[in-house]
């Protein structure tokens, strides 16, 4: 019945993929009491199933297919030999595999298993490692064979396991191929067991623990499905790094979900044309990538992709008008913004054949009743304010909570909100436009500062490659805006660069809002790529001898 219950819910999102108003106002969750999406509703859709599921491309042109059949019977045979080695029920593994095909086995595994995983990037520090191994609570970990020396600074009586070459003192997961097919499951799986714990990525703070179960991502990511415009026999590609929710999000639960191929090509360095070349090989018909992923992409020339994908989306940051338009006008398609975080899946989307606005990242998702809280009385209904779910109409697609931490966990969800720490506004369509996060958007001269307007105002330069504005101290203002610069490729960094660039800003912004200060420098970032803007806001509070004044040029 479970299975029939998630298909039902699914089925309706693809008959009404282009019909927003229809699927927002007829979704309804599925809610069982017991389902496990691997036993459920993969290995369902896998019996008998030749259909490729995953296909890996290397930079060096080896390639790996599987159906959707093969990895059925590959993650039971790694179900049985892990459970073997001592793997039970609501034990927490960490995997810090990269985009191979032990990161897919083993992921369907652990849900079998009813284990939970804690996914890890292999960009990870051993200094990382203590931490989500302490706080994880971690039993297990499976790891490339060339992260296993990490671990030598890492503490604790878990099992090790190793994924490549063989290493001393570590169990190779290759002998997984050596175990029985069949697997019978030890005992039912509640909805709402644990399946995944996610380290957030840490751009203001110490990285939060995440909960997720086994309805909260697999049944939640069916509104990834639908804003991606996913259908069945799609090849999917979104480049996200292994570790990170975006890459369960688009490169597990919303293809799978959609029984769609999943597209990988792995590369050490980035490179445009080659990504497109394989791209136009493999037949990508969706493709999802960060906004630092669309910037560079925009810089080759994109008509080298003689087939685009029919859809295109974009997350993970608020994606600059300037980079929608080039794409627009090279593959005849256009980038469509979508808002989640790694506490939900995605709330607010552009959904595929809807009319679209400039700027905004769209309406709710189906299944999510999305408020805008009052930054003064914390009422909903306000204009601009911060984005909230509404836990009356509670959506699968949200976390448990903060693991471990009741109090932030209460924090986040008084008053009967989910608060995101994200702040919007709505206009009279119902169309959400992102501002800032919560603690970027700041006041000068008493008007209030957005730097994501002033970001997307800089890309539209040719100079400009990235920017991230944050406050400066101003004796006069209290703070003006100052932008960190990347440049494109052809510009030099030096006063000659700043004028043009100062002039821009005074050409496309009104006068309260234009940067005032400038500087050449590479943005810090996560290992998830986003911005971490806290590390600029306690440089430019430092103070620093290569910025530039807007005043020096007059």
């Known amino acids: ?66 159906s959707f059949g093969e990895l059925s019977v590959r993650s039971d045979q790694a179900a049985n030999w892990l459970r073997d080695r001592g793997v039970a029920a609501e034990d927490r593994i960490l995997v810090m595999l990269g985009n191979q095909a032990e990161l897919w086995i083993t992921a369907l595994a652990a849900m079998k298993l009813r284990a939970v995983v804690i996914p890890a990037t292999p960009l990870l520090g051993a200094a990382d490692l203590r931490d989500r191994v302490e706080r994880g609570r971690v039993r297990h970990v499976i790891v490339r064979s060339e992260d296993t020396a990490k671990f030598a600074e890492v503490p604790g009586s878990y099992t090790r396991i190793a994924a490549g070459d063989p290493v001393e003192g570590w169990l190779s997961l290759d002998d997984l191929y050596e175990a029985d097919a069949g697997f019978t499951p030890d005992g039912p799986t509640r909805a709402d067991d644990p399946l995944m714990l996610y380290f957030t990525s840490g751009t203001t703070a110490r990285p939060k623990l995440v909960e997720q179960t086994h309805t909260s991502y697999p049944i939640g990511h069916l509104a990834t499905m639908y804003w991606i415009g996913l259908k069945p026999g799609d090849v999917h590609l979104n480049i996200s790094s292994p570790g990170w929710a975006k890459h369960a999000w688009s490169n597990l639960f919303a293809p799978w979900n959609a029984q769609a191929t999943v597209f990988i090509h792995n590369y050490t360095r980035f490179d445009a044309a080659r990504l497109m070349a394989e791209m136009d090989r493999a037949g990508v018909t969706t493709f999802c990538a960060p906004p630092t992923v669309w910037r560079m992409l925009i810089q080759a020339d994109l008509t080298q992709l003689r087939t685009p994908p029919r859809e295109v989306v974009a997350a993970g940051e608020p ?26 899946a995605v709330q607010v989307s552009n959904s595929p054949g809807q009319p679209l606005k400039t700027g905004s990242m769209g309406r709710p998702s189906p299944g999510y009743r999305v408020e805008l809280l009052d930054p003064v009385s914390g009422e909903p209904g306000a204009t601009e304010g911060e984005i909230a779910l509404d836990l009356s109409a509670r959506p699968v ?30 206009d ?15 006041k000068a001269s008493d008007y209030k500062i957005s730097p994501f307007e002033l970001e997307s105002a800089l890309l539209e330069h040719e100079a400009v490659a990235e920017a991230a504005v944050v406050p400066a101290p101003d004796e006069l203002r209290l703070a003006v805006p100052k932008a960190y610069v990347v440049l494109a490729e052809g510009w030099e960094p030096g006063p000659d660069t700043a004028k043009v660039l100062f002039e821009h800003s005074r050409d496309v912004l009104a006068p309260y809002k234009r940067v005032r200060r400038l500087e050449f420098a590479p943005l810090p970032k996560t290992v998830s790529g986003k911005i971490r803007r806290i590390e600029l806001r306690e440089a430019t509070a430092a103070g620093s001898g290569a910025e530039y004044r807007e005043e020096d040029f007059r």
């Open 397 to 426: 697609g949200l976390m448990t909570g903060y693991h471990g931490d009741a109090d932030r966990t209460a924090e986040a969800m008084a008053g009967g909100y989910y608060r995101t720490g994200d702040v919007a506004s709505r």
């Open 428 to 442: 009279e369509d119902g169309y959400l436009t992102y501002i800032g996060r919560s603690d970027d958007v700041f």
């Open 319 to 344: 994606l600059n008008p300037e980079v929608i338009e080039q794409v627009r006008r090279a593959w005849g398609v256009t980038i469509r913004d979508g808002f989640g975080q790694t506490e939900t």
């Open 1 to 66: 019945m479970t299975t029939e219950m998630f298909r039902g819910a699914r089925d309706f999102l693809l008959q009404h993929r282009e019909d927003y108003a229809r699927a927002y106002d007829g979704f309804v969750w599925p809610r069982p009491e017991r389902f496990n999406w691997a036993l459920d509703w993969f290995d369902v859709i896998a019996d008998g199933n030749a259909a490729t599921a995953l296909h890996i491309v290397e930079e060096d042109g080896r390639e790996t297919r599987l």
